[in-house]
């Protein structure tokens, strides 16, 4: 059974930086495209970032420079690093798996989210 496990989220001030990860397990993570999404309440659920299997990076303009994806295929885990982040940015953060290695591929499996808060 596939699992995406979210971490790193939480409270910080704005101006300052988050590291999320996501452990896959049950998925041969390498193979396979992945995302980061974010929801804020009220809102649809929307792309920052996503990853090739090939190491291709994505970019919505949600987040525009201040974020970066990045992956370890040798740990199964999935990273989102964002800077300078604003009031904005306070959303649940949703990792995601692929069908295939683009970033094109439709979404495969979701993981349960992690809250970040930017406070002003």
């Known amino acids: 059974q596939v699992q995406l496990v979210e971490s790193g989220g939480g409270l910080v001030q704005a101006g300052g930086s988050l590291r999320l990860s996501c452990a896959a397990s049950?998925?041969?993570?390498?193979?396979?495209?992945a995302s980061w999404y974010r929801q804020a309440p009220g809102k649809e659920r929307d792309l920052v970032a996503c990853?090739?299997?090939?190491?291709?990076?994505v970019y919505a303009s949600s987040m525009p420079g201040r974020s970066t994806i990045s992956r370890d295929n040798a740990k199964n885990t999935l990273y989102l690093q964002m800077n300078s982040l604003k009031p904005e940015d306070t959303a649940m953060y949703y990792c995601t798996a692929r069908t295939g290695g683009s970033c094109n591929s439709p979404i495969i499996h979701w993981g349960q989210g992690t809250q970040v808060t930017v406070a002003s």
């Open positions: 049950g998925w041969i993570f390498s193979f396979n495209g």
């Open positions: 990853i090739s299997s090939g190491g291709t990076t």
